[in-house]
Structures are given as C-alpha cells and as structure tokens.
C-alpha cells in the first residue's frame, strides 16, 4: 500500500545530511513557478491570504526559483507544521527512510508529488490558490488526472492495491478519484468531547503524521495493520467508522498524558 500526507506551510531550512533525490514533476514546478513570479506581492497575497512580509517573502522565492536550484533539502525533512510534527521524520532511521521512500508520498501544489527526500526549494503554494495557467484557473486544473496516474504507476510497481490517505480535503481534492485504480482507506482521528467524538483540526493534523509514522516504522503493507494504531492514545473505534473511513478516538485522558 502507499500513504499520501499533505506538505506544510512553516519550512525547517536546517541542513540535512542524507542523499536527496530529484522530484518527479520537477519540470512541473518550474513552469508554476515561473507564473508565480509574474504576481506582485499584492496579487500573491490575495491568492493565498497572506500578510504582506509573507507575500513579499514569496514573490522573492519564485523570482530566485530558477537560480538557486542548489538550495534545496529533502520534503519529509523540510516541511514543519503539524502532520510532520506527528511524523518526526529527523527521527527516523535510515530503514525507516528507505521504507517511506517507498511508500510515502507528499501532495504538492508546487511539485505535485513528492517522495521524502525529494529536494526541494524553499516555496508556498497551496494547492486550493486559484493561480491560473493554460490549463486552467487552478491548479486542480494543472494537476488534472496526473496526480492520480502518477500513483497507479507507483503502487502497480509495489504491487499496492491500497491508498492511505492522510492529506487534508484540500490536497487529496487534486487525486482524481474517477482515474484512481486503489482502494482509499482515509481514517478519521476524533477527540472525545462532552458534546460527542469531535475532530479538532490541530490534532487531527498531527494525528495523520503520526498514522503516516506508524506506518513506516511497522513496516505495513497490508491496510488492516492501521487498526492497530495507538499512537498519542488515539485507539480503533469501530462504532465510529463506516467503510474506508476507520475511526480513531482519544479520551480526554489519554488526550492529557499526550500532551
């Protein structure tokens, strides 16, 4: 099976010493990126809601894009919001690696799909911007069906029936589902509430890293292994799942001992 996860907006630019390898769609971003930097910091901002530092952060990255190709580091390492706060990928050891650079996949909407120790140059590009190409006002549009095919090639060469995914709507909405040959497993992690199981955003976030994690350090090929998981005492709870969607609730005590 693979795993998908979403990428992050916060960057860790620390130096990584591990072999990198060159994204698939590298040509991809470089296209992207060369219609992003035809934006002012003003049209950047109102594209992704950015204040006007970030913007003009932005607007500085594309315009160096083509130039400073040699200032990249590996994806799993380089992205450092919640998922990956989950996954820790700097703790992983050079198995676990090699494991999840065989399974572990990062949506993108610069680079479209990612293995972790692809390089990759230091952007934001969310893939919800409506940033319009020739191939249409989104970059649903740019991605189409590739994204999709993309990944039948990669599991059919594992031998991988199955996709776990752990990316956010907003990526996961770039695989075509109609061209998609797996079957989707996407887990649902929920926090015991007064009101009721809830998912709390933030938690959640973490909680695919951590899924993506277990996963890589389990060794798992077989989709029944997620049932297992347990990490940050989250526990399978089946009168909360429905098929293709396994539920994972945390009880507020077991939500505190995490914390």
């Not at 996949?105 to 692809?118: E, V, W």
């Not at 999709?148 to 090639?153: F, I, K, P, S």
């Not at 926090?191 to 199981?197: L, N, R, Y």
Request: proline residues 5%.
């Amino acid at each position: 099976m693979l795993t998908v996860i979403s990428p992050a907006k916060r960057l860790d630019w620390a130096p990584r010493d591990v072999e990198m390898t060159a994204p698939r769609f590298q040509s991809d971003a470089d296209a992207l990126a060369k219609v992003a930097r035809r934006l002012s910091a003003d049209e950047l901002a109102g594209l992704m809601d950015l204040s006007p530092a970030l913007a003009q952060l932005n607007v500085d990255r594309f315009r160096r894009f083509a130039a400073e190709r040699d200032d990249v580091r590996p994806a799993a390492l380089a992205f450092a919001g919640d998922t990956y706060q989950g996954l820790e990928a700097a703790t992983l050891d050079a198995e676990d690696l090699r494991f999840a650079q065989e399974r572990l996949r990062i949506l993108s909407g610069l680079y479209g799909l990612l293995r972790p120790l692809d390089g990759i140059q230091q952007y934001r590009l969310e893939m919800g911007s409506r940033l319009a190409t020739k191939k249409g006002p989104t970059l649903y549009a740019w991605w189409g069906k590739r994204l999709a095919r993309a990944l039948n090639e990669e599991a059919a060469a594992l031998g991988a029936t199955t996709l776990i995914n752990c990316a956010s709507v907003e990526y996961f909405s770039a695989v075509d589902e109609a061209a998609l040959k797996l079957d989707v497993i996407t887990p649902q992690f929920l926090e015991d509430k007064p009101g009721g199981p809830k998912i709390v955003s933030f938690h959640a976030k973490r909680a695919r890293g951590a899924m993506a994690r277990f996963i890589v350090e389990r060794r798992l090929t077989d989709p029944a292994g997620i049932l297992d998981f347990d990490a940050g005492g989250y526990a399978h709870a089946p009168d909360l799942s429905a098929p293709g969607r396994p539920a994972f609730l945390r009880r507020a005590e077991a939500a505190e001992a995490a914390a």
